[in-house]
């Protein structure tokens, strides 16, 4: 009795099936559960077609995810190089512009009005702001470039060739540098040196007119991560700023009161990110400027 009433609700449950109470004759009973087994292989043949169609329709979505993936970066790489052709072939006629210009202000410098030598500075200056945006340009569009050379690279002799080059800048300033030894990374040597270069030069552009220059540099471990820690004494940034320096040609102040292109901290962050790390403001940070860097430990093999 109780194995009949089990054999009822489980049948019921699994197919859906009434079973009637008495079951004396066992072809019946057979009968009811082969309809019940037709019924449950129907369902599941309908059940794996689905699983098939939905499986099928996924694959076919990969591939054109896939392909349109290869699609966007073949048209990247195309407009890198464009991008790259296109800034140096126009430095050729900002070099020009220059060149002519001086030439035309020698030729006539002593027929001009005040006013005419007014205007000829301006054409200057705006001559060779263009020459050096195009010159950045050109740099910030083959930081992508280098990626096969990259190699063991010991940031402390970066650091040191990035202050060997800004030594004349450096020369006419009162200067004061705490850094802590820093680590070994994998990267490009080069562009570690421009990435220090653009963040020291940016302090001395940005220093305090009535103090010495004090940059810090720290570093410590986090997880599989150095982080590098660069900070100065300089006037700073206002809130409002903070958050578009690293853009293309953003500035933290007018062109009329300091020189720059808005460009070396836009390459900072581009080098960074081809060396897998990152680099942000530290917005806590009030008096003065401070950078935070990150970057992957070497790895042992």
């Keep these: 009795m109780y194995k009949n ?27 009811l559960v082969d309809q019940a087994y037709s019924k449950y292989e129907y369902d599941l043949n309908i059940l794996e077609r689905s699983i098939k169609v939905v499986t099928e329709e996924l694959e076919t979505a990969n591939k054109e995810l896939v392909l349109q993936k290869n699609n966007i ?3 990247n790489e195309e407009l890198k190089d464009i991008t790259y052709v296109m800034v140096h072939d126009l430095k ?14 020698a030729e006539i410098e002593e027929k001009l009005s ?15 702001r263009l020459e050096q945006m195009l010159s950045d340009l050109l740099k910030y569009s083959m930081i992508d470039k280098s990626e096969n050379l990259f190699t063991t690279v010991d ?3 970066v650091f040191k060739a990035a202050l060997h080059n800004l030594h004349s800048q450096i020369n006419g300033i009162d200067f004061k540098l705490d850094k802590a030894p820093l680590p070994l990374v994998y990267g490009s040597f080069t562009h570690l040196i421009s990435l220090f270069q653009n963040l020291i030069s940016n302090s001395i552009k940005f220093k305090e007119k009535d ?14 991560n150095h982080i590098i820690e660069f900070q100065d004494n300089g006037c700073g940034l206002e809130q409002k700023n903070k958050n578009v320096l690293f853009d293309l040609f953003k500035r933290g102040a007018a062109v009329e009161e300091i020189e720059g292109t808005g460009i070396g901290l836009s ?19 009030s008096d003065g400027f401070k950078v935070v860097m990150r970057l992957p430990k070497l790895r042992a093999n």
Excluded: Y
């Design 5 to 31: 009433k089990l054999t009822h609700i489980q049948l019921k449950k699994a197919f859906g099936i009434e079973v009637p109470k008495k079951m004396n004759d066992l072809n019946a009973f057979v009968h």
């Design 211 to 224: 103090q010495a220059l004090h940059i810090v540099v720290q570093t410590h471990e986090e997880g599989n």
């Design 92 to 105: 050729e006629p900002a070099r020009n512009i220059s060149s002519f210009l001086k030439l035309l202000n």
């Design 73 to 75: 970066e073949k048209q």
């Design 267 to 285: 390459i900072c962050k581009k080098i960074m990110r081809s060396h897998s790390g990152q680099i942000w403001i530290d917005e806590k940070h």
């Design 155 to 157: 940031l402390n002799q």
């Design 114 to 128: 005040d006013r005419g030598k007014e205007f000829i500075e301006h054409i200057k200056f705006s001559s060779n």
